[in-house]
């Protein structure tokens, strides 16, 4: 159970990355959304322990991680945002180093970074140096350790960005075989929906919603998301386009009118600020 | 495999010796360059102390070769340490869990630590062509690399967890590596500049290093004072190190 009250911090240069963020995340796979520079990076590295908060609190299990990081730390692990791996390095090497930092022993850390490696596909991978593996593979190293470490709470920070969508798939499946609880930052919505079962939304340093995604998207029950390239009675222009959410009896109306017609999901969570939803 | 640190927590051995041999010695066996680029300077310089000075100063430069091999290697550290905290963050990876800062920076330490042996293997060999070593010299040597490599990796460290950019790393070692291996006297005796400037010197732990040895090998008169402060600025660089370098960002 994680519990943050009144998360605020300012760095240094002025910016303040969170201005009082609250939560409680007590579901197995906590999604933290929100798009580029909203503060989830900054969120990550406050629980994971990497950085300082300006003010507030945040406990983990019951142990409160600002005064006492080095109570939690043998419990967590944390990838950061586009982390690689020691290129000279094997990814056999570099799992099982991280696991004798956590201080297995020698024997149980080549076993579990032997099973891990294996479990998530890169058994033929797991003897070459990492600077000749593909980007998809890389960041299943770091998967790998999280696996092997039998971490209590695994911290993802935009484990699939840059990723093609093929080496998405993968590492979404690799995430799949952690069991402990994990809480992940992505700006894509799509994998948000896929591994999460509860989702926070934050903007401008702030929480401004939260829940499942089937509550989040609840109220765009029975709608379609129409958009068009030209200016139209009701819809709300996003960059060069013009979008209206209607019914979805009436789509087949918006289409002979030169509107695309999509299915809403997590994107429209943002896309739909300051848009009327038609009733 | 631990033992206790400054702190009261326990230093994770078996870490840092695993951090050494596959960052150390797995990394010269895949790719060799980067003995040839530690080793480059120091034998360039012995081949330009030799040549200019008719081999008169062959051994100051070979006792020397020893201090600059160790200090530059360690000083290069720097860059490899900027760049696992700002390019692949590894560092973040290793906060966020049970190693610690003194696991982390001894393991790093060592490992290029091991960057470092072939060097003082090959001065070695030149070392016994020249009939350099008694068993006082060595034991000295052996004493003054240790505590210099500590302070110089200590130093790398400072800088490295300070900086933003990770392109400014690669000027700071360029200066450091100047004012730390060629300026000091590593290849010249250091009697040959004035007490004055062999003090300024001597905010840099290389210059006292080289004292001590051209002492232990006979090459030069005792600077008790130099000793103590290569002690003493072991000591503080690597608590500044220990205490200074940004683990948990602010």
Request: glycine content about 6%.
């Amino acid at each position: 159970m994680i519990e943050v009250k009144d998360l605020v911090k300012k760095y240094s240069d002025g910016i303040t990355a969170l201005k009082g963020v609250s939560f409680n995340a007590s579901k197995r796979v906590t999604s933290i959304i929100g798009r580029n520079g909203a503060g989830k990076t900054t969120l990550l590295r406050i629980l994971s322990t990497q950085l300082m908060p300006t003010s507030g609190s945040v406990s983990i299990n019951g142990v409160d991680i600002i005064r006492n990081p080095d109570d939690i730390r043998n419990k967590i692990v944390s990838i950061p945002q586009e982390a690689s791996p020691i290129g000279v390095l094997t990814a056999f090497e570099q799992v099982k180093m991280y696991l004798v930092g956590r201080r297995f022993s020698f024997m149980d850390a080549t076993r579990e970074a032997n099973r891990s490696l294996n479990e998530i596909g890169l058994e033929g991978f797991k003897h070459v140096p990492t600077d000749t593996l593909s980007g998809g593979m890389k960041r299943k190293v770091f998967v790998a350790m999280a696996l092997a470490s039998n971490a209590e709470i695994v911290f993802l920070d935009e484990p699939t960005t840059g990723l093609d969508p093929l080496s998405r798939m993968e590492v979404w499946s690799a995430i799949r075989q952690i069991d402990s609880h994990i809480i992940l930052t992505t700006h894509y919505m799509e994998e948000a929906q896929e591994l999460s079962d509860e989702v926070f939304l934050v903007e401008t340093g702030k929480i401004i919603e939260q829940g499942t995604v089937a509550s989040l998207l609840n109220r765009f029950d029975g709608m379609l998301r129409a958009e068009t390239s030209s200016p139209c009675d009701g819809c709300a222009r996003v960059s060069n386009t013009y979008i209206k959410y209607i019914q979805k009896d009436r789509a087949q109306e918006y289409l002979e009118k030169g509107f695309t017609v999509k299915s809403v999901n997590l994107d429209d969570l943002f896309i739909s600020k300051g848009v009327n939803l038609e009733s | 495999m631990t033992c206790l640190s400054a702190r009261g927590s326990t230093l994770n051995l078996k870490f840092t010796f695993l951090l050494a041999w596959y960052y150390g010695i797995r990394t010269i066996a895949r790719g060799p360059s980067y003995i040839i680029a530690a080793l480059s300077t120091p034998l360039a310089l012995l081949f330009l102390v030799y040549v200019l000075s008719n081999g008169a100063l062959v051994k100051y430069a070979l006792v020397g070769g020893f201090i600059a091999i160790v200090a530059s290697v360690a000083l290069q550290s720097s860059g490899d340490a900027a760049f696992f905290r700002l390019q692949l963050r590894i560092q973040d990876l290793y906060v966020a869990s049970s190693v610690s800062p003194s696991d982390y920076m001894i393991g790093l330490t060592l490992s290029y630590l091991m960057f470092s042996l072939p060097g003082i293997m090959l001065y070695g060999i030149l070392g016994v062509i020249y009939h350099l070593f008694s068993p006082f010299a060595v034991a000295m040597l052996i004493l003054v690399l240790a505590l210099l490599v500590l302070a110089t990796s200590s130093i790398s460290f400072i800088i490295s967890s300070s900086i933003k950019h990770i392109r400014n790393i690669w000027g700071i070692a360029g200066i450091l590596s100047v004012l730390m291996t060629i300026l000091p006297p590593t290849y010249y005796p250091y009697e040959s500049i004035k007490r004055v400037f062999l003090y300024l010197l001597s905010i840099t732990p290389v210059t006292p290093a080289a004292v001590v040895a051209q002492y232990s090998f006979g090459l030069s008169p005792a600077l008790p004072l130099e000793l103590y402060l290569l002690i003493g600025e072991t000591v503080i660089f690597f608590a500044m190190a220990r205490f200074l370098t940004r683990w948990r960002e602010k």
